[in-house]
């Protein structure tokens, strides 16, 4: 196969709702292994398998084309898991996130106060 025909098979792979998905799933598990703040909070991606999530997107979350849309967690605690998933568009993503800091801040300050009990001083 030529360079070219390579690429442009490739392309075509990518905009397909399966390659978007396994665009989707490599980087969900490439934050997961790389990302300081995922790593300190232990969040993985519980995903076995592209067909898993594939299937979990388009039968069980019953979205018919996720190109296009954001993977958002629903909980940011928790791990990329069945139930912790929802697609949104580029805005509602950006608006689920600025409604999000307060509580996610009260969080921390919960979870930093849990930690600094346990110190002995």
């Keep these: ?3 070219e025909k390579y690429r442009a098979t490739r ?6 709702i399966r390659g978007y998905v396994k665009s989707l799933r490599n980087h969900m ?3 997961c292994r790389t990302n300081k703040s ?19 997107i388009t039968v069980d979350m019953e979205v018919a084309d996720p190109r ?14 069945k139930g912790n ?12 996130h600025v409604n999000e800091i307060p509580d996610l801040r009260r969080r921390v300050k919960e979870l930093e106060a849990v930690i600094w009990s346990m110190c002995p001083v």
Excluded: N, P, W
């Design 1 to 3: 196969m030529s360079e």
């Design 11 to 16: 392309e075509t792979y990518r905009k397909s």
């Design 29 to 31: 598990q490439e934050r």
């Design 38 to 56: 995922y790593l300190a909070r232990g969040i993985r991606c519980k995903f076995a398998s592209l067909q898993e999530l594939l299937d979990y």
């Design 68 to 81: 296009g849309l954001q993977c958002h967690r629903i909980d940011s605690l928790k791990d990329y898991e």
């Design 85 to 96: 998933l929802e697609f949104l568009t580029k805005h509602g993503h950006r608006v689920k």
